[in-house]
């Protein structure tokens, strides 16, 4: 197993303890819906807890079902998030030293007008890492043009880019779909800089 298999895998048994933590009685229905994942795959992350001693699975009235965590179970789920807590930290902190070397890149070429391509966590980042700079932020492209504006500044919809005035766009995302988007549109690869 891979780390991005271990870390998804890791993820949802995290998620799983979640669950049974808040509510001892939750169906194995309501977990699948809660996590978005095939109910058939609830079923086996339960039974695979349940043998390594992390949960006790025990039928009330009814034939319902009941989930516990066992000590074990606890001590698990606090390594798990502390794992994954350490994961999320190290991914910020790897995404900030390439946007930081990005922007370093751009003032080198001598960029000032950026748009920041996309208005998640790396976009939010990547406004955060632009403080102090000499680099402007025209605003933010995304799919999703909103009213609401990202943290003062407009969201551009894909098509209204090809109006604007920019020296370049950073794509604050790790795919390669945005690239591909930009390549349609007809955008100056020459003009865009990559995490």
């Known amino acids: 197993m891979n780390n991005i298999e271990k870390n998804a895998d890791s993820g949802i048994t995290l998620k799983i303890l979640d669950e049974i933590s808040r509510e001892s009685d939750i169906t194995q229905r309501t977990i699948s819906s809660r996590l978005d994942i095939a109910l058939g795959l609830v ?3 339960l039974k695979r807890l349940a043998k390594k001693g992390h949960i006790k699975i025990s039928k009330g009235p009814m034939n319902r079902v009941k989930y516990a965590l066992t000590p074990e179970g606890f001590t698990h789920r606090v390594s798990l998030t502390y794992d994954y807590m350490q994961t999320s930290i190290d ?3 790897d995404a900030r030293q390439r946007i930081d070397s990005v922007y370093k890149q751009m ?3 001598g960029v000032t007008k950026v748009l920041i391509w996309g208005d998640g966590e790396i976009a939010e980042l990547a406004y ?3 403080r102090g700079l000499p680099l402007q932020l025209i605003g933010v492209v995304d799919s999703d043009n909103t009213d609401q504006g990202f943290f003062g500044h407009n969201i551009y919809s894909f098509n209204e880019v090809l ?3 920019y020296d370049a766009i950073l794509i604050a995302s790790f795919s390669n779909e945005e690239i591909q988007r930009i390549k349609e549109l007809g955008i ?3 003009r865009v800089y990559c995490l």
Do not use: I, R, W
């Open 43 to 45: 079923n086996a992350y």
């Open 91 to 93: 991914f910020f902190k």
């Open 107 to 109: 003032a080198a070429d």
């Open 128 to 130: 955060v890492s632009l």
């Open 163 to 165: 109006k604007l005035e």
């Open 188 to 190: 100056d690869n020459h």
